[in-house]
């Protein structure tokens, strides 16, 4: 999906001023609230920050700074705006069709899986990745831990609750998935919306955690972080890239999104492609 296109810099606004004013802004939330965006990619991020100036009716970034402050809720309207929360279910179908044939058989010689879903944002990916692993007698015997810098997405994600209007969407993108039953058997119509089965979150853990600040937190077989780290620069990836390897054991998968690589980070050769296209990758090193 193209990202919207988001207000630009007014005119009046010398470059200069504008990072300064910027990098004010984000030093203040990161010392007040302990969110830190100061390594995002500066062009999405200014875009991001223009708009939310827009929507609250103010004319600077200094304003936009004074407000979110000293009113919490302005600064968790900026957190949604700031979030990665572009998703849908089964998403990229080709990546969960490549990831039955090439990572599923590797996952059954586990006793127990665990698999850290990264930047889980209202948890659509979360949802089709139980599917597929219920669909192939995986699900038991597995751990699912979704995480999200944004506990109002993550409050999203463990209700379960979705759009009734995309649940033809999501069908279409589940049957090229590799599906192999009736989508509609894992949801019900309630609450106007459509309710996914409780028994697809039962070994899903939801819980915050900041791919900027904070560390890793286990030992998992499979990571999946895909569509985050493009908005971040080189030097985040890369630190974000080292806590992934840290948390993955020998032969452990790790799973980007389609305009993300290893390329160019430190442990780049640390891994083999099992999928170029669908950028899986297992740890050799």
């Not at 890239?241 to 640390?270: N, W």
Request: proline fraction near 4%.
């Amino acid at each position: 999906m193209a990202e919207m296109v988001l207000p630009n810099t007014p005119a009046k606004y010398s470059k200069d001023l504008e990072r300064v004013e910027i990098e004010l802004l984000l030093e203040g939330i990161f010392r007040h609230y302990g969110f830190d965006f100061r390594s995002y990619a500066y062009a999405s991020l200014k875009r991001r920050l223009w708009k939310r100036i827009e929507a609250e009716g103010l004319d600077t970034i200094s304003g936009l700074q004074q407000k979110v402050l000293h009113d919490p809720p302005t600064m968790e309207r900026l957190l949604m705006d700031l979030s990665v929360s572009v998703t849908s279910m089964f998403r990229d179908p080709n990546f969960y069709k490549a990831f039955r044939v090439q990572v599923v058989p590797l996952l059954r010689t586990y006793p127990f899986i665990r698999i850290w879903h990264a930047g889980c944002s209202t948890g659509e990916e979360v949802y089709s990745m139980a599917i597929l692993l219920e669909e192939e007698g995986l699900l038991d015997r597995a751990r699912i831990y979704a995480t999200d810098i944004n506990e109002a997405v993550l409050r999203t994600a463990k209700t379960g609750i979705f759009p009734l209007e995309k649940m033809q969407e999501y069908t279409q993108n589940y049957l090229k998935a590799g599906g192999v039953r009736s989508f509609s058997e894992y949801y019900t119509a309630a609450y106007e919306g459509a309710l996914f089965s409780p028994t697809l979150t039962e070994n899903v853990v939801f819980a915050q955690h900041n791919l900027v600040t904070d560390r890793s937190f286990s030992e998992f077989n499979v990571i999946l972080c895909r569509n985050v780290m493009i908005y971040f620069d080189r030097p985040l990836q890369n630190r974000v890239h080292q806590l992934f390897y840290e948390s993955l054991p020998m032969y452990g998968i790790l799973a980007v999104g389609s305009k993300e690589s290893l390329r160019f980070s430190d442990v780049e050769t640390c891994y083999e492609e099992l999928n170029a296209k669908e950028k899986i990758y297992r740890k050799v090193m």
